[in-house]
């Protein structure tokens, strides 16, 4: 049986008694709208296949490629029998369907030397600086080197290890246990003992565990890079000689002499959670690992073949200290130094064991899913929300005065809200920026009271109740110097050689405050705009900016607990953009979710792990719609991803943020772009809207450049990224266009 599906508008999509389950087409065509034509959504432009996309992978058999060790230590654990190598602490269990998972390789193998092989077993990796030299020489050593020293004693469910390196002299305890799907690997900071000269730098853990020789088994890495990556084992190329290598949040920008640190960026995306995987045999055999401790100093590091005697390896690395350049005087000569203290870094790393239908990168997001217990939510609405962000005020340096441009007042953004519900799009969430008579550039962190030349307090309450939600956007980390609320002596953050973290643009310098100034300007802002007509407030930069104050001794893990302090203390709705994990649980809504991964010539594919761990949890936003180069295939990366539209608006030509902070934003004045507006909110609203509050279930590549995404409510949704018209049995998808599926809406579903 069928349920019947309907528009918001009452048309019945499919009725019971109709025996095909694909929906017809959920839009039409924009002249049978008797919409203008849009040349970036109108005009069907070839697909060009990329790693920007999924493919279609193997379903070879994964066949055991690894010998059991010849002498192990046999643990018996609730997961069943374990191998243990007592030399290098190496592991191996055998999952359900008979396959030997191990955290080093074979190393029967010919041609291997032998200090790779040692390299290849070793549980640990430990990278240490010898201070008792000027150049602080880094010192690699790995379970095989001479007099290293290891006492094992095997506990419920594993082992723990005390393990004395036999160059640096540095102890550390190792602690494996094994429960009924899953490994847990922990080095607690205070079992590390570094009391001589030899100061640890960084530690590898288990860096062979899944490690794939050449193509020989049929599978692949995920990567957690942007919404999420894929590197193919069949695909890899043997020559590749630049290993991945990316800190996880982006990178530690405490250590650097960069005078601008809009220059100071990492290549690509950046990491936004602390997971890897690696896939033998889709829906075989997989594992996937969970960094539930440490992770703000940690790497994820990808090595290649050509690097690693032909092995394919993923794996994590936790820094626990680095070198940096210290200025000695105002002409620019620094000299080397070590950070005196380390990271107090807990290691911890669950890896959790998948198989059959699970093992895969949808099975990896789900378990990541569970893990946060992330909380569904709930929507009154049949239709999507559209995020509209609207420019009141900004500001920038005349000839002789500061001069003022009002891009959009309150009774104007009421009225463009008025006009898109007339329209048809029923479900708005406004974000008002530059409020405050500083503008949007020069306001932050100071946000106390509104500039009357946008309007009273009544117009501001007429604007809300003509929204769904009215936020209003503010910045509390960083702060202009146009501005005031914080002291420029006492209030910046600096790094750890006493510069501070500065900002550069055309118009302000802006800085990075110190964790107290952030914590005190916030909660004063807040509680000054509570009495304010609004639902809630879009702040800037606290979803993803994590740095360390070490000019007060306050470090990452201290602001992570900030953040989710202050974000916890405030009684209405938080809207964040470019969000990392640590932060999922505090928010309502997901501004700027990242698209793409970084798209590097080693990775084969573009995969929304992301999404998939967020959808029914988090309403998720993309980035302004305004500038799509190609508008078809954006909306279609929207609805296979399960994410909402935004778009920014202005009632005054964008030409009037010339010379200012804004000067990017070339298109947005609400009169030029408002055909946009409806026909892409209409295009993804035709898909998401039968999906609201649901979970992504399952995503499959049924032919290159066409998906089948599946929701816990029953309905499929089928994407056609391709030029042409894709036709399987009783399905047929226009090119680059959808089609639902209810054949699987349980009755009363």
């Given at each position: 049986?069928?349920?019947p599906?309907f528009f918001?508008?009452?048309l019945?999509i499919?009725?019971m ?7 017809v087409?959920a839009?039409l065509a924009p002249?049978?709208?008797q919409i ?5 959504f109108?005009?069907?432009i070839?697909?060009?296949d ?14 055991n490629?690894q ?16 191998y ?9 269990v055998?999952n359900?369907?008979?396959y030997i998972w191990?955290s080093?390789?074979?190393?029967d ?7 790779f092989?040692?390299?290849a077993?070793?549980a ?7 201070t008792?030299?000027?150049?602080f ?12 020293e ?8 594993g ?10 002299g540095i ?13 847990k690997?922990e080095?607690?900071?205070?079992e ?5 000269a030899?100061?640890?730098?960084s530690?590898k853990v288990?860096p ?17 890079d942007?919404?999420g ?11 590749i000689?630049t290993?991945?290598?990316k800190?996880?949040?982006?990178r ?14 990492s290549?690509?995306?950046k990491?936004?959670?602390?997971v890897?995987?690696f896939?033998h045999?889709?829906n075989?055999?997989?594992v996937l690992?969970?960094i539930?401790s440490?992770?703000?100093y940690?790497m994820i ?5 050509a ?15 680095k070198?940096y ?8 000569n ?5 950070q005196s203290f380390?990271?107090?870094?807990d290691?911890?790393i669950e890896y ?6 699970h093992a895969?990168?949808v099975?990896?997001a789900?378990?990541?899913r ?6 569904a939510?709930?929507s009154?609405h049949?239709s ?5 962000d ?9 000839l ?13 953004f ?5 006009d898109l519900k007339?329209?048809?799009?029923d479900?708005i969430i406004?974000?008002f920026?530059g409020?405050?008579?500083r ?7 100071q ?7 946008l309007g009273?307090?009544d117009?501001l309450a007429s604007?809300?109740?003509a929204l769904?939600s009215?936020?209003?956007?503010t910045e509390?980390?960083k702060?202009?110097?146009q501005?005031a609320g914080?002291n420029q002596?006492?209030?910046?953050a600096?790094k750890?050689?006493d ?7 055309g118009?302000?310098t802006?800085?990075?405050l110190?964790y107290?100034a952030?914590?005190s300007i ?5 509680e000054k ?6 639902d809630g407030?879009a ?6 900016l994590?740095?360390d104050?070490?000019g ?5 893990l ?5 953040y ?10 938080i809207a964040?953009y470019?969000?990392?994990?640590y ?5 309502d809504?997901y501004y700027d979710?990242?698209?793409?991964s970084?798209q590097y ?9 992301l ?32 994410v909402?539209?935004s778009?920014?608006v ?14 990017s ?22 898909a998401?809207s039968?999906v609201i509050?649901s979970r992504?279930e399952?995503?499959?590549v ?7 995404i599946t929701y816990d409510?029953?309905?499929?949704i089928y ?8 036709i ?11 089609e639902?599926?209810?054949f699987n809406?349980p009755l009363?579903?």
């Open positions: 049986m069928f349920k599906i918001k508008r009452g019945i499919i009725l008694f109709v025996s095909i389950g694909f929906g087409n839009f002249e049978n709208n203008d034509s849009i040349p970036n109108d005009e069907i070839p697909l060009v990329s790693n920007k996309y999924s493919h279609m992978k193997s379903s070879d058999i994964a066949v490629q010998d059991f060790f010849e002498e192990p230590i046999e643990i018996e654990t609730i997961y069943g029998t374990v243990l190598d007592p030399e290098s602490l190496a592991f191996q055998v359900d369907n008979g191990s080093t390789i074979n190393t193998l010919e041609g291997l030397p032998n200090t092989k040692r390299r077993r070793t640990i990796i430990l990278e240490s600086f010898n008792g030299v000027a150049s020489a880094l010192t690699e050593e790995n379970l095989f080197e001479d007099n290293t290891i006492e094992t004693t095997l506990i419920t469910n082992f723990h290890s005390t393990i004395t390196f036999g160059r640096s102890q550390i305890g190792l602690y494996v246990t094994f429960g009924l799907d899953s490994i690997v080095i607690p900071y205070e590390i003992n570094e009391s001589g030899y100061k640890i730098s530690i288990y062979y565990f899944g490690a794939v020789l050449e193509n020989q088994i049929p599978g692949y890495v995920f990567l957690p942007g919404i990556a894929l590197v193919d084992y069949k695909l890899t190329d043997p020559l000689s290993n991945y290598q800190e996880i949040y982006d530690n920008i405490g250590y650097n002499l960069e005078p601008n640190m809009n220059n100071f960026l290549g690509g995306t990491i936004y959670a602390p890897f995987g896939v045999g889709v075989q055999n997989a690992a969970n539930t440490g992770s703000e940690a590091n990808l090595y290649f073949p690097r690693t005697r032909g092995f394919t390896t993923v794996f994590s690395e936790f820094v626990y200290r070198t350049r210290q200025p000695i005087d105002k002409v620019g620094t000299i080397s130094l070590l380390s990271n107090p870094i290691i911890k959790t064991l998948l198989e059959n239908e895969n990168y099975g990896m789900k378990t990541y569970d893990y946060l217990e992330l909380e939510y709930q009154s049949d999507i929300p559209l995020r509209l609207a420019i009141g005020i900004e500001k920038n340096k005349g002789l005065f500061n001069q003022t441009t009002v891009m959009t007042t309150f009774n104007e009421r009225e463009i809200t008025l007339e329209n048809g799009i479900y406004g974000n920026s409020f405050t008579k503008g949007v550039t020069w306001s932050a962190p946000y106390e009271n509104i500039s009357r030349r009273s307090n117009d604007l809300q109740e769904d009215l936020y209003f956007v509390y980390m702060a202009s110097n501005s914080y002596y006492f209030d910046l600096k750890i050689n510069q501070l973290y500065t900002y550069l643009s118009t302000d802006k800085y990075l110190e107290h952030v914590r916030m909660n004063d802002s807040i705009l509570s009495d304010k007509p609004i407030f702040i800037e930069s606290m979803g993803s994590l740095y104050d070490f007060n001794q306050k470090y990452l201290e602001a992570i607990l900030m989710q302090e202050l974000l916890s203390s405030v009684e209405k709705e964040l470019d969000v990392n994990s932060l999922w649980n505090s928010i809504l979710f990242p698209m793409y970084s010539i080693t990775f084969d594919d573009t995969v929304p792990f999404s998939i761990v967020l959808s029914g949890s988090i309403e998720l936003f993309g980035p302004h719609a305004n500038f799509y180069p190609y508008a078809r295939d954006e909306l279609l990366r929207l609805i296979d991803f399960g909402y539209p778009f920014v202005t009632k005054e030509s964008s030409k009037e943020l010339q010379d200012t902070g804004l000067e934003i070339y298109s947005s004045k609400y009169d030029d772009i408002k055909k946009s507006i409806l026909t892409y909110h209409e295009f993804v609203d035709g998401l039968h509050g992504i399952d995503r499959e049924i032919a290159n450049g066409v998906i089948k409510n029953g309905i499929e994407v056609n990224y391709r030029e042409t018209t894709y399987q049995g009783s399905l047929t998808i226009e090119p680059k266009n959808y639902i599926n209810y809406v009363g579903g």
